[in-house]
């Protein structure tokens, strides 16, 4: 019963329909294609200057690997109060309507930090949720409770200046689609 309901799109632990980012498997398609590309031209560099080695090979097989590594994407899932986004080896989930806080980081890259009252965190993307609106109304849906309780405590800022860009990015593609741009 648990791997039937998991291949319908509920989560392992019964709680509601997941919603995923559609957009993730291009991504992550990209990202193996530039790591490819990177140890094809790597190699090919070293095997026409005639200093291809085992060793050497090796150590670009590697090269290209690390960069698959910093450039997979998260693949962030939300469903019935919940939030998840999942790195190659773990899985970082938090309760929606149990989020105590929303932080916006800054850095090379804008990440927003999600942090609920059981101690679970996830730091994602704000593009994700910006690109996919049925995932931002998951996570919309549980601050709007955990805000209604009392218990978020920080971060309504963030989720406004959030709620704007999915807002705007979905008139704009209501616009393209009716051809009134």
Do not use: Y
């Not at 698959?68 to 469903?79: E, H, I, K, N, Q």
């Not at 804008?110 to 679970?120: E, F, M, N, S, Y």
């Amino acid at each position: 019963m648990g791997r039937r309901d998991h291949v319908r799109g509920e989560p392992p632990d019964g709680s509601g329909e997941a919603t995923n980012d559609p957009e993730w498997a291009r991504e992550l398609w990209s990202t193996v294609r530039c790591a490819g590309v990177l140890l094809a031209l790597l190699l090919l560099i070293d095997w026409g200057s005639g200093r291809l080695t085992l060793w050497r090979a090796a150590l670009w097989f590697a090269l290209a690997g690390l960069l698959f590594v910093v450039l997979c994407p998260d693949r962030v899932s939300a469903g019935g109060n919940w939030l998840a986004s999942r790195r190659l080896v773990r899985e970082r989930r938090v309760r929606t309507d149990l989020l105590v806080s929303v932080r916006c980081l800054d850095g090379s890259s804008q990440r927003v930090l999600l942090r609920d009252a059981l101690g679970g965190h996830v730091e994602i993307d704000p593009e994700v949720l910006v690109r996919n609106p049925q995932l931002w109304c998951r996570l919309d849906e549980g601050t709007r409770k955990a805000a209604a309780d009392g218990i978020l405590l920080c971060g309504t800022t963030v989720l406004r200046q959030i709620s704007r860009r999915v807002d705007r990015e979905t008139a704009r593609a209501v616009f393209e689609a009716s051809g009134l741009e």
